[in-house]
């Protein structure tokens, strides 16, 4: 599963932005096309995603581009401009359903194809932002085999919803933990909502926490001071590391080489569920772990 603790998202039009984004340490740096930019901006932005695109990556960071949504008719224009080299992904906003995750699917195929580039080779992250979205996202998850990530996107959904948004988040649970549950079911990543206080780094953290027990491994990231905390919430706890390593250690010895599928620990019983979620958290670990040394300094 990819690493995706922390999406910072740029405007595409700052090109003193971009230039800087590779020493930010992100796991991943989305060019934004969207919301983001004036539309008088829009042909200036995409001219320097094209620009820079290929340089985003340089320090380890996977290079994504955030189109506009279907409904704009500018994705096409963007996705022409964009689709090539260097790109690793695109981020769809406003995602409403099946169809609009095929259409981009066909789209980016056709692009490929026509520009001699491997075909699937771009991935796919879908925004869930309406409640029309958050109802459809099941069936959205399932349109494309380059999916990689569900991303909520809490500023529009609340004003969908004509809902106030706050920090706490109270609001935005159901949609939450929706896309948690249909990220895990389909093997992708749950990817948090923006945090626009990123001033308050306690409330960040303690929202980057409630997501996570809802299964998000990572969220959009709007200012560079939120990705250490994004990557210590979205990491496992050294501690749980180190409980995995020791129960795992423990079943297999003590109880799989035995012939027993649970065994006494300390007071407690590791059973067979207990090892696999010790496996899980050593396996997250192996791949933040692999994300960090692929990691190169300018």
Known sequence: MAVRRSDLYLPANNEHMILKSPTLGADVITLD????VPPAEKAAARELVKKHI?????TGSEAWVR?????????????DAVVME???GITLPKCSGLADVRRLDDEITRLEKERGLPVGGIKIAILIETALGVMEVEKAAGGSSRLVAIIFGAVDYTRDMKVTRTDAADEQFYARAKIGVTARAYGLVAEDAPFPNYADSEAFEANCRSGAQLGFEGRQIINPRQIPIAHKVYSPAPERVEWAKTITRVFEEEGLAKGSASVGYEGSMI?????????????RQKEIEEKEASRKIL
């Open 33 to 36: 096309l969207e919301d983001s």
């Open 54 to 58: 290929g340089n985003i990556g340089a």
């Open 86 to 88: 260097g790109v690793d």
């Open 67 to 79: 189109v506009n949504a279907w409904d704009t008719d500018l994705t096409l224009a963007d996705l």
């Open 271 to 283: 059973d067979i569920p207990v090892y696999r979620d010790g496996l899980n958290i050593l396996a």
